[in-house]
């Protein structure tokens, strides 16, 4: 039996109102929200939260593969899973594979991962699907696109939900596109991609997948779609045959849609309330279609096996940005003054040098006197032996905030600039940015938890960092 063995959806902290977006463009505004992703956020930060929520009070060692699918990762040549697995301190010799350019990247990805683990040459593989797509400023998509992230994981054993049918179609069309080299999205005649384009394409491929099943739509306890929008979902639904009480929650007042993240995110909250023998119909779209069919099964009942829900943790723990024009920072789509400091560097050569305190965030226990100290360094500051130590990793340690100091003088996209020492748990310090704060609820002995995040883009890459935030 081969399926999902986990799963877990991340949010990011910060919304925006619909009738805020309204306001800064003069027009109506719709109720409900949208997940917008913080200046220090991007799709490899988020895979990364949703990676280590799969992976929480698991051995990371034990995965044998990660795909990462998204529309939006930081580089057009260079492996986004190769660094989703080292901050989330999978094994080195973990296989990595990237699926994008197409919004149906994830449930493409999930079809992958099961034929590996079916074929013998995995085991346990972990597809992170995340996407923070930038529509056109005062389009309608501005207020329908919200940003997240998910992860499944397949594997053999333990199978809440197994795999029993599937089905895919191809379809050469030019509905929703962006080009190398451009930040929005764009599309062609909204009834043209949707009736051509989404509703048709979809319709076919579920069609398909019922008759080769022999299952139909009454007998679906959850149908999870990607969507662009609610209007678009509902209409396909009942085309389907599908009622309302069978289509759960799509999360577009709440956190939009998440692009190539949604259906993976919209499953991880269905896989919380299904049973045993219960159906769950999962598809995605994006020049053509991916139909899945998994049945749950006896362990979906197993608290030991079902995760927490996090995915309405992080849904229910935000801060509404108070207007438009942070959004707009954020997004850097609007000009603002950069600091008057030295210009930010990067080093490539430095960052390979330490990539293991730099991305597994690895502090070193002195074997002598057992302090724990990071970044490493060669002589013991407790006893003053030198050069023994054994790594100890500190990403899933909680900490708390020794001290702290407010910089109104750097420009930061969302000052002040909260910079931190925190003491982890079982020992280690370190000198640290606290995100997602509200600055003036910052305090000593402050509870923070360990979250990866973009630090700036300098010499024609990005630089990646960890830093404390107080715990969601």
């Known amino acids: ?24 463009w003069g027009g109506r505004g719709g ?54 697995a080292a901050a989330a301190d999978l094994k080195r010799d973990v296989r990595t594979t990237d699926y994008a350019n ?37 389009s309608a998509n501005e207020r329908l696109y919200g940003d997240g992230a998910a ?5 053999r054993d333990g199978v809440m939900a197994e795999l029993i049918g599937s089905h895919s179609i191809a379809d050469e069309i030019t509905d929703v596109w962006r080009k190398g080299g451009e930040r929005f999205t764009s599309g062609w005649e909204e009834r043209f991609a949707l009736t051509e384009g989404y509703s048709r394409v979809v319709r076919q491929a579920v069609s398909e997948l019922f008759e080769r099943t022999g299952i139909g739509a009454a007998e679906i306890a959850k149908a999870v779609f990607y969507a662009p929008d609610p209007g678009s979902l509902a209409s396909l639904a009942r085309s389907l045959g599908l009622q309302a009480a069978q289509v759960p929650d799509h999360l577009f007042s709440s956190v939009g849609s998440t692009g190539t993240a949604m259906p993976l995110m919209v499953l991880a909250g269905a896989l919380e309330e299904v049973k045993p023998g219960e159906k769950i119909l999962v598809v995605g779209y994006g020049n053509g279609s991916d139909a899945l069919l ?29 207007n438009y024009e942070t959004y707009a920072r954020f997004r850097d789509l609007i000009e603002t003054e950069r600091q008057r400091r030295q210009p930010e560097s990067a080093s490539s050569a430095e960052t390979w040098r330490d990539r293991d305190d730099i991305y597994r965030l690895t502090g070193h226990r002195c074997l002598a006197c057992g302090t724990v100290q990071y970044p490493r360094q060669r002589v013991c500051v407790g006893c003053r032996q030198k050069d023994e130590f054994e790594a100890v990793p500190l990403a899933d340690k909680r900490a708390t905030v020794f001290t702290f100091t407010l910089d109104f003088l750097n420009t930061d996209t969302n000052p002040p600039t909260v910079m931190t020492v925190v003491d982890f748990d079982g020992g280690g310090r370190a000198y640290m ?17 360990m979250t990866f995040r973009r630090m700036y883009d300098a010499d024609g890459f990005r630089s990646y960092y960890w830093k404390c935030r107080p715990v969601r």
């Open 1 to 24: 039996m081969v399926g999902i063995t986990g799963f877990a959806g991340y949010v990011p902290y910060y919304r925006l109102a619909q009738k805020e977006i309204a306001r800064a």
């Open 31 to 84: 109720a409900g929200e949208r997940a917008v992703a913080s200046a220090d956020e991007d799709a490899i930060t988020m895979a990364v939260e949703a990676v280590r929520e799969i992976l929480r009070g698991h051995s990371s060692q034990a995965v044998d593969g990660l795909i990462l699918a998204t529309t939006t990762s930081p580089y057009g040549e260079k492996q986004g899973s190769a660094l989703v």
């Open 102 to 138: 197409s919004l149906r990247s994830s449930t493409s990805a999930i079809l992958s991962a099961v034929d590996s683990v079916k074929a013998g040459s995995a085991s346990r593989i972990i597809v992170a699907a995340s996407d923070a797509r930038l529509a056109q400023p005062r």
């Open 151 to 155: 992860a499944i994981e397949i594997g």
């Open 294 to 322: 998994f049945e749950a099964t006896a362990h979906i009942d197993k608290p030991e096996d079902r995760k927490r829900n996090a995915l309405k943790r992080y849904i229910d723990s935000k801060k509404m940005l108070e």
């Open 433 to 449: 940015q606290m995100t997602d704060r509200d600055p003036a609820q910052v305090e000593i002995d402050q509870e923070v938890e």
